[in-house]
């Protein structure tokens, strides 16, 4: 990605980074690229539309 956007969050310690993190990657695909570091979840876009959609879809709990 030429530009990258990133967008970071923090999660309340009731569920596992490692499974949020797969469950993310398998949502977004190729699209947007997904890292953790122990409580928090990285998120990393190529426009600033697409890190305000990958911001949304995290936020759903539990529903992506």
């Not at 530009?3 to 499974?19: A, F, P, Q, Y």
């Not at 190729?30 to 570091?37: F, M, P, R, T």
């Not at 539309?49 to 539990?62: F, I, L, N």
């Amino acid at each position: 990605m030429a530009e990258e956007w990133r967008v970071s969050l923090i999660l309340d310690g009731r569920g596992g980074t490692s499974h949020c993190r797969d469950l993310l990657r398998s949502r977004f695909g190729d699209d947007i690229a997904v890292s953790v570091e122990k409580a928090r979840i990285f998120l990393y876009a190529g426009s600033e539309k697409a890190a305000g959609e990958a911001e949304d879809v995290a936020s759903m709990r539990g529903d992506f």
